[in-house]
């Protein structure tokens, strides 16, 4: 099987012009340096390559110092809870968007039928509660 890979291989000689030619195509085509930086592949950096991937390991390190310090600083849940910046609920994050229009909707509920059950305000006259002057000023 290695003898018909062997044989597929073109293993003619290039003339050094032929070489140049290519190495010159090859090198039109090459992307710029500013490309390398914004697809990552080249630091974007002044300083030299020896000192190219210390530069990087401080950047993570700074960068860790600083998420550290931020979550050493970051109150606790119970602190959030009080706050309301937090809801109060032990159900699964997944479905507290669900639990919130649920008590929505008992509170929109209860207030219904606290208002179905108030007193009309014939009532309300008749206990003393309310005179009856009041009464017309609010219709």
Request: charged fraction near 35%; aromatic fraction near 0%; avoid cysteine.
């Amino acid at each position: 099987m290695a003898d018909t890979t062997n044989a597929s291989v073109d293993r003619t000689p290039i003339s050094p012009i032929e070489r140049r030619n290519s190495l010159e195509k090859h090198l039109q085509t090459r992307p710029d340096p500013k490309d390398l930086k914004d697809r990552n592949i080249l630091l974007n950096t002044n300083a030299a390559p020896a000192l190219q991937s210390k530069a990087l390991e401080l950047e993570r390190q700074q960068a860790s110092d600083s998420l550290k310090k931020g979550l050493g600083k970051r109150p606790e849940r119970e602190e959030l809870i009080e706050r309301n910046i937090l809801p109060d609920s032990t159900a699964a994050p997944s479905i507290q968007g669900q639990q919130r229009e649920l008590q929505k909707h008992m509170r929109a509920d209860s207030l219904e039928q606290k208002l179905q059950s108030r007193p009309k305000p014939e009532d309300l006259v008749k206990e003393g509660i309310l005179e009856a002057n009041e009464d017309s000023l609010h219709e």
